[in-house]
């Protein structure tokens, strides 16, 4: 599956943001998605993560209460809604898929995401 994601922007602290991830070929809705991110100079960090039928979903300690993994699997889109957005959630944000919600093997081109204070 290759995937594309899309979304990231400029945003103040305390704003919102949605990252898409378009999925191409039917085979999407068989695969879990989850998103990670990185900081320059960082490691990427896992951010949150969705079963294949959006049943199960896992998140970050970081980023829990405040971002929500969905996804559409009618459309072969996944989501990342983030709201209450810090200055320390500033990464590169890239989406992937794979057969669990641990195991990724197909990983899409990152998003940046800027956060002002």
């Known amino acids: 599956v290759q995937l594309q994601a899309s979304g990231g922007g400029l945003v103040q602290a305390g704003g919102s943001l949605r990252l898409s991830c378009v999925a191409s070929g039917r085979t999407f809705r068989t695969y879990a998605m989850g998103w990670f991110r990185q900081a320059p100079g960082k490691e990427r960090e896992f951010v949150a993560a969705?079963?294949?039928?959006?049943?199960?979903?896992s998140y970050a300690i970081s980023v829990k209460g405040r971002f929500t993994i969905s996804r559409d699997n009618a459309n072969n889109t996944g989501y990342l809604q983030m709201n209450s957005l810090k200055p320390e959630d500033t990464a590169v944000y890239y989406c992937?898929?794979?057969?669990?919600?641990?195991?990724?093997?197909?990983w899409g081109q990152g998003t940046q995401v800027t956060v002002s204070s």
């Open positions: 992937a898929a794979g057969p669990t919600m641990s195991l990724f093997s197909s």
């Open positions: 969705i079963s294949f039928s959006g049943g199960d979903k």
